[in-house]
């Protein structure tokens, strides 16, 4: 069985696409490729798909991934090219290598978030940028399934920074006048700090309050590095296993004797 993981994303109108709506997609795509899928057993089969941390309905992304269970060997770019072309355009497969580590989920310690709000000022948005990162503690309050819970939103935070658009390539907002770009990274923590529950943090803390709800966009999800305070690519580690492989395999390999001379 071959492990095969992909990068995919939700560009555009296709970010209201709910969680349910691309399994589905996926699966079409999955058999229109004709991709040799590993199957679960029981009565009712089911392709081994495993989504990580996908993001909410209504907000886009450059950055979810996914692995599916081969019964037979495909090469991961010729695969995500046909899945690709299987895909609507907006869902759109970037990224694929061969599973050669464990621990996917693992490696999905932080994700990097921009909320394009407009008609919020960039000077009101660092202010109220500043007095979320002073503060000691910003709770929140959330409704769940549960009823309504109470949780701190500062500590997840590890960045926070707000500045002017700077264009926008995904088409998702036009440009206004008065516009602010907050960019994000959270760690993810339980209960789970969403971007929303940031934007009522700084509600909270400045009385920060967009007048039309923000587009929202994860950037990018992966290990967060503590020393840099960057998030790291989570596929790498399987790009690297691969390019060691023929190294290590030279290495290992038994010496041959040289033929001999004529005498």
Known sequence: MQRIRLRYTKRGRLRFTSHRDFQRAFERALRRAE?????????TPHPKVSYANA???GTGSEAEFL?????????????????????????????AVEARTSGLADRLTAS????????VPVEGARKAVEAF????????QRKTKNG???????????ELVADRPQGDPRGD???????????????????AVRPDDVLSGLRAVADLAPPVPAAVTRLAQGLFDEESGTVTDPLAPDREAV???????AATAPATAPEAGPA
Do not use: Q
Not at 113 to 119: I, P
Not at 179 to 188: E, K, Q, T
Not at 243 to 249: D, K, L, N, Q, R
């Open 243 to 249: 390019t060691a492989a023929p190294s290590t395999a």
């Open 148 to 158: 309504i819970r109470t949780f701190d939103t500062r500590a997840a935070v590890a």
């Open 67 to 95: 692995e599916i269970a081969l019964t037979e060997r495909r090469d991961p770019e010729t695969l995500r090219a046909l899945l690709d072309e299987s895909l609507p355009a907006g869902l759109d497969i970037t990224d």
């Open 35 to 43: 991709v040799p899928m590993a199957y679960s057993a029981g009565f």
């Open 133 to 140: 990162l002073a503060a000691e503690t910003v709770e929140v």
């Open 55 to 57: 993001a909410p309905t």
């Open 112 to 119: 990097v978030w921009e909320l394009r709000l407009d008609g």
């Open 173 to 191: 907002r036009p440009a206004g006048d008065a516009c602010a770009i907050l960019r994000l990274v959270v760690r993810h923590v339980t209960p």
